[in-house]
């Protein structure tokens, strides 16, 4: 069974550019959440989609924002882009939205800002 | 999110157990405990998770203090793979809104494990 699919895996951008990430999750997993990663902040929560609706959301800018399609895979796009930006970013599926299903995570998409 | 504490870091030996606590003492009746690890340059990855009784599957053991303001992650004999930062998080099963699809991370605990 495949994984959790992250691409590209890695991306280097300059500021003010945008840049899209790209998710497929677990096939039949419909919950899709995405994570920023820094040296600094640790894993943070940037939103969670399930049934192409974005159910949660983290303390995070509006630059930030994703969508979900009908065959459950994601994308995020930051806008306007920053050196703080720079950053790995994880996608992790569950075949549902409850609080007791375990996450299965990509290996992610490390964005480098220059 | 209730909030959790674990060591900042641990070693162990290779091929010896080695037992990862965490406390959570303002845990709530609903509140379930998982784990998780990351190994270097890898996306976290899900080990285990229990409520209240002891948990075993192939690639650890939970055991859950009788009043649930602790926790160990027990892993029976350590391999060099098995290096990583081990996250403990709770997860109410109630709560729904501001915690779909969240997980909150701590800095969990940098575990190295020597030949």
């Known amino acids: 069974k495949a994984g959790v699919t992250q691409t590209p895996r890695y991306l280097i951008k300059t500021r003010g550019q945008q840049v899209t990430l790209s998710c497929s999750p677990i096939?039949?997993?419909?919950?899709v959440s995405w994570y920023q990663q820094t040296p600094g902040q640790g894993l943070q929560f940037l939103f969670e989609?399930?049934?192409?609706?974005?159910?949660n959301k983290g303390n995070f800018p509006g630059r930030f924002s994703g969508r979900q399609f009908s065959n459950s895979r994601s994308e995020m796009n930051v806008s306007t882009l920053e050196l703080g930006d720079s950053a790995l970013y994880l996608c992790?599926?569950?075949?549902?939205?409850?609080?007791?299903?375990?996450?299965?995570f990509g290996d992610g998409t490390r964005l480098s800002i220059l | 999110d209730a909030k959790t504490t674990q060591p900042n870091s641990m070693e162990s030996n290779e091929e010896e157990p080695v037992h990862l606590p965490c406390n959570h003492s303002?845990?709530?009746?609903?509140?379930?405990i998982h784990w998780y690890r990351q190994l270097p340059s890898q996306g976290p990855e899900y080990v285990i998770h229990?409520?209240?009784s002891n948990v075993n599957n192939r690639m650890a053991s939970l055991a859950i203090a009788e009043d649930r303001k602790s926790s160990t992650l027990i892993l029976h004999r350590a391999t060099l793979r098995d290096a990583a930062v081990y996250y403990c998080?709770?997860?109410?099963?109630?709560?729904?809104?501001?915690?779909?699809?969240?997980?909150?991370f701590g800095q969990g605990t940098i575990l190295t494990v020597h030949p």
């Open positions: 989609y399930f049934s192409e609706t974005q159910r």
């Open positions: 096939s039949g997993h419909r919950s």
């Open positions: 992790a599926s569950s075949p549902t939205t409850g609080n007791n299903q375990p996450q299965h």
């Open positions: 303002t845990i709530s009746g609903t509140d379930y």
């Open positions: 998080i709770l997860r109410d099963i109630n709560a729904g809104g501001t915690s779909y699809g969240k997980l909150t």
């Open positions: 229990g409520l209240t």
